[in-house]
């Protein structure tokens, strides 16, 4: 993630961006600015919605919503209102261009009109937005996303990150899975429709898969087919049960090889490694090497 346009933006933008990144850093701990760290040099870091419309058809074991999520209103007068208060002050306090998730909630809840409002709201912002998801909705909800009246495309692209594991409970056709190996059918279900509307449309996209990986399914990650990963560490057993290189261990089984350096995420070292699910090895960083690459995310 860069701080300007993609493909290297303007001078306005850098210059604009500077000082925020400058702040960034100054603002993090002594012992976390390390040649590595991507916070405050690279990006101010990657930015989403909050509170806009929480509400959810699932219920998932690690679930860190509150008990009244589902009493917050989704309609598209309130959510696209909190989008773009939350859109103005992420722009005046840091820049006016960055990665944005437009996460929820399950963000198809809202109606495609009000999900593709809430879109355009971010962009209009110099946002670039993903749509975090369960996935489980069906294709004509996504036709409906991102084409007009006449059938046309009113959005030429589309990121998407996909929520998928065996903690989730209330997914059609898997409302209690026993195992990761038995969602992989839903989760190429969730590429396909992008697949079959790219053929019929043209449209573009970028899709992510993530999970949250616990000691109850670290030992089943390589069985569910990755191709890119989000990692997210909420659970109730013992924290010193998992950390970041058993879960690599399982990534590295299930590509078939060793991915030498390890890849961090663009937005520090927490919780998530990102790459594309389509076109191959995506760009992420080597912690520690002179030539970064960063991830589109």
């Known amino acids: ?17 500077t000082p925020r990144r400058d702040g960034r850093w100054a603002a993090l701990p002594e ?12 990006a101010v870091g990657c930015e989403g919605t909050h509170g806009a419309f929480p509400k959810c058809n699932l219920t998932c074991t690690p679930c860190y919503h509150s008990a009244d999520a589902n009493k917050v209103r989704i309609d598209g007068q309130h959510t696209v209102r909190e989008i773009e208060a939350q859109m103005a002050y992420l722009e005046e306090r840091r820049g006016p261009y960055a ?26 912002h110099g946002r670039s937005p993903m749509s975090m998801t369960h996935g489980d909705f069906d294709p004509e909800y996504l036709r409906a996303l991102v084409t007009d009246d006449a059938g046309g495309l009113r959005m030429d692209r589309v990121s998407f990150a996909d929520h998928f594991d065996s ?36 449209l573009r996209y970028y899709l992510a898969h993530n ?36 879960v690599w261990a399982q990534l590295e ?9 390890r890849f961090y995420p663009c937005c520090g070292f927490q919780s998530a490694v990102r790459t ?16 970064r690459r960063w991830a589109a995310f």
Not at 115 to 124: D, I, S
Not at 178 to 202: C, H, I, K, W, Y
Not at 213 to 219: G, I, R
């Open 276 to 291: 594309p699910l389509r076109g191959g090895r995506g760009d992420g960083f080597r912690a520690g090497s002179a030539n």
């Open 211 to 246: 999970m949250t990986v616990t000691p109850a399914n670290l030992d089943q990650v390589a069985s569910s087919r990755p191709r890119t990963w989000a990692t997210t560490f909420r659970w109730k057993e013992s924290y010193t049960a998992v950390d970041v290189d058993a």
């Open 99 to 124: 990665h944005a998730q437009l996460i929820g909630g399950e963000v198809s809840m809202l109606p495609p009109d009000d999900h593709a409002a809430a879109l355009q709201t971010m962009r209009a």
């Open 31 to 42: 012992h976390v600015r390390t040649p590595a760290q991507s916070l405050g040099r690279h």
């Open 1 to 17: 993630m860069t701080c300007g346009p993609p493909g290297g933006g303007s001078q306005r933008a850098t210059v604009r961006c």
């Open 167 to 202: 903690l989730m409970r209330g997914r059609r056709g898997a409302v209690r899975p026993r195992s990761e190996a038995e969602l992989n059918p839903f989760r190429e279900r969730f590429v396909q429709m992008f697949r079959d509307l790219r053929v019929e449309t043209g």
């Open 253 to 261: 089984t299930a590509l078939g090889h060793q991915q030498g350096p």
